[in-house]
């Protein structure tokens, strides 16, 4: 099974959603499990009640649970923030603070959960983190913009390294760098109630104060008006080659410099599209979403919650690299770059098409793949149990981990006549060097196109770890919470990386991060790394 990534989820609400019944659609379309079993608790508010389900859910659905969350720690976790929820003025944002807690534990970015909730106030402050250091990237424009830049010592007196190993246990990711952007993405710092259960601050409403590098301290209090806070302006324009473009995929060609350009935005094309409402739509559905969809690839502008993950002008993505290829070969480019720096992920599928076009290597290997029977994984993924055939009957105890992948072929997909994936062995191949920009924000079916890269010793890898360990839980089941309505989402695979040797967690070939200098001065320290590579 070629993982698909969190944001197909909003392919299928937008394909069920559009047409003249889309709320009843909307409501009745996407697959939701239920447990089977009750919980018996009339004492619980809501907010109890969805936390006690949810930890049912990941009992049931996790992969070898024990492993990551010993059960001793689990149960001890979970008395103490039913306790914690039991408060009459509880609300949402706390709620998902506590049960961020609770997941945070299982290192996973696919087991995670989003509940819309307001911010009930913040300091008008934001960070940047680099080299693991935290600078002040902005502030309001009533405070002093010298202070922009300048590195964080102290807050309130605590060490930013202990605010931040604290802060860590209200994250999602899987390994320090991302952590680190999860920190920074939501600014947990600058959140009153995140300092509060860090024990940085005593009250929502007192004041904190910055101690400086330099010695030098800086006093904030909180505001409640926060949308119409005005930052001082500090980004500088995009650097003029790499700057992110609004399309699913794109390249350029520089002659001059020998290289060319490839940003791979997003791991979706017509085909993906249209195989993916099989997964998480629930079947009755499943014609109507795809008559919507296919009516929409006929139009010359498609509807703009599908336009981010269609591209009109190449909707089948094997055409696109293979008119990429044809070019860098024709013009004599020595040099191919990949970003996958803004990739949230899709169908690996895509990315194993491309890899095709990058190598003629026989022994490609990919990831070894298991799901992890239960009820969950049955209801979301029965084709893959039908797969499965007679090795493994519907009798088959949950709890397991059944083999999926042996990951021997990485290519079988791609060279199958019968697949909608299929490409020619008369395709052309790159015979340049290959060079792949990705970072913590490179997430799921792009993350492993990066280690599947890596590992086969297809391309130079320049950055940080990427958002999923290659190794680990895997893969995105949505579910909403009954009483909440919160999205959830509880991993169900399990998957191990092609050199098992290389560890757990993927590191790159050259670690390069974003400085606060970067930013301002338009400079890409990526693609500069690339350009000291290339003139060796």
């Known amino acids: 099974m070629r993982k698909r990534g969190i944001y197909i989820i909003k392919i299928m609400l937008i394909a069920i959603t559009a047409n003249s019944c889309g709320v009843f659609l909307k409501n009745a379309g996407m697959k939701n499990y239920s447990l089977d079993e009750k919980i018996d608790k009339r004492e619980f508010n809501d907010y109890q009640y969805d936390f006690v389900y949810l930890t049912h859910l990941l009992e049931q659905g996790f992969p070898n649970i024990n492993s990551v969350f010993p059960a001793k720690e689990r149960e001890i976790q979970r008395k103490q923030i039913i306790a914690s929820l039991s408060s009459k003025n509880i609300n949402n944002n706390e709620f998902v603070l506590y049960t961020r807690k609770y997941l945070s534990n299982f290192h996973n970015q696919h087991t995670n959960i989003y509940l819309k909730s307001d911010i009930e106030s913040i300091y008008p402050y934001s960070v940047h983190i680099s080299y693991d250091k935290w600078y002040l990237f902005n502030i309001d424009e009533g405070q002093d913009s010298l202070n922009i830049g300048k590195k964080i010592d102290k807050i309130n007196g605590v060490e930013i390294n202990e605010i931040e190993k604290r802060l860590f246990d209200y994250t999602f990711a899987e390994n320090k760098i991302n952590q680190q952007?999860?920190?920074?993405?939501?600014?947990?710092?600058?959140?009153?109630?995140?300092?509060?259960?860090?024990?940085v601050i005593k009250d929502p409403t007192e004041k904190i104060k910055i101690t400086f590098s330099d010695s030098s301290q800086l006093l904030l209090e909180t505001t409640k008006d926060y949308k119409n806070l005005k930052w001082h302006q500090v980004n500088g324009s995009s650097n003029e080659i790499t700057k992110w473009e609004n399309k699913t995929y794109f390249y350029k060609i520089y002659p001059n410099q020998d290289f060319g350009y490839l940003q791979f935005n997003t791991c979706h094309d017509k085909i993906d599209i249209l195989e993916s409402l099989e997964s998480y739509v629930k079947p009755w559905l499943v014609p109507i979403a795809k008559r919507y969809v296919k009516r929409q690839f006929k139009k010359e502008n498609p509807s703009k919650q599908l336009a981010p993950y269609y591209n009109t002008e190449y909707p089948v993505f094997k055409d696109f690299i293979w008119e990429l290829i044809d070019s860098l070969n024709n013009n004599n480019i020595n040099n191919l770059v990949i970003d996958l720096r803004n990739n949230p992920g899709g169908n690996l599928s895509l990315g194993i098409q491309l890899m095709y076009f990058l190598t003629d290597k026989k022994n490609v290997k990919g990831f070894t793949e298991y799901i992890y029977t239960s009820s969950i994984s049955k209801n979301y993924f029965k084709s893959i149990y039908e797969d499965l055939g007679d090795k493994y009957s519907e009798d088959t105890p949950n709890g397991q981990l059944l083999l999926t992948e042996d990951g021997d072929d990485l290519f079988n997909e791609i060279t199958d006549s019968t697949s909608v994936y299929y490409i020619p062995q008369s395709r052309?191949?790159?015979?340049?060097?290959?060079?792949?920009?990705?970072?913590?924000?490179?997430?799921?079916?792009?993350?492993?196109?990066?280690?599947?890269?890596?590992d086969n010793a297809i391309g130079t890898i320049i950055g940080t770890s990427v958002g999923n360990n290659p190794t680990g839980a895997t893969i995105y089941t949505p579910m909403k919470l009954p009483k909440t309505k919160a999205n959830i989402s509880i991993a169900t695979y399990y998957q191990e990386r092609p050199n098992k040797l290389s560890g757990k967690i993927q590191f790159p070939d050259y670690w390069v991060e974003y400085s606060m200098n970067d930013f301002i001065t338009d400079r890409d320290p990526y693609l500069e790394k690339v350009k000291e590579l290339m003139s060796e």
Request: hydrophobic letters at 35%.
């Open 181 to 199: 952007y999860e920190l920074r993405h939501f600014q947990f710092s600058n959140r009153p109630s995140y300092l509060k259960a860090i024990n």
């Open 428 to 454: 052309p191949i790159y015979k340049g060097r290959v060079f792949i920009l990705s970072n913590y924000r490179t997430g799921s079916a792009a993350a492993m196109l990066t280690t599947l890269c890596q």
